[in-house]
């Protein structure tokens, strides 16, 4: 599981527990405006995602990791209900799938901030 942080520049993803050895990664962090939005995933364990570079896939039960499918994913899911997906621009990953304790309130905080940011050029 993963925990999110939305702060005004940034968006950061904590990853928890042993998920850290199984993901190969303790936290991603990208600027808010490289984050295009949020939504809920509930296929993350049960869509083929593509290749398994790092981390640990065994399909319906845990996938954690880097993936690569001709882009780069980040997936770190055990219970697909509670599973979102983060889509990014100019990142190394494409998009996150992580787990979240509240999955509706965490893609309405995700899209709140990419919505509430001021458009690029202007000054507030």
Do not use: C
């Amino acid at each position: 599981m993963t925990t999110v942080e939305i702060g005004p520049s940034h968006l950061r993803v904590e990853v928890e527990g042993f998920d850290k050895v199984l993901a190969l990664r303790s936290s991603i962090e990208v600027p808010i405006e490289h984050v295009r939005g949020a939504s809920r995933d509930p296929d993350a364990l049960h869509e083929p995602r593509g290749l398994r570079l790092l981390g640990t896939s065994l399909p319906g039960v845990v996938v954690a990791g880097s993936f690569y499918g001709g882009q780069w994913l980040f997936m770190d899911v055990h219970d697909a209900e509670r599973a979102i997906k983060i889509d990014l621009d100019h990142e190394h990953y494409a998009a996150l799938v992580v787990e979240v304790q509240g999955p509706v309130a965490t893609v309405e905080a995700i899209n709140a901030a990419v919505r509430g940011r001021a458009p690029e050029g202007s000054r507030g």
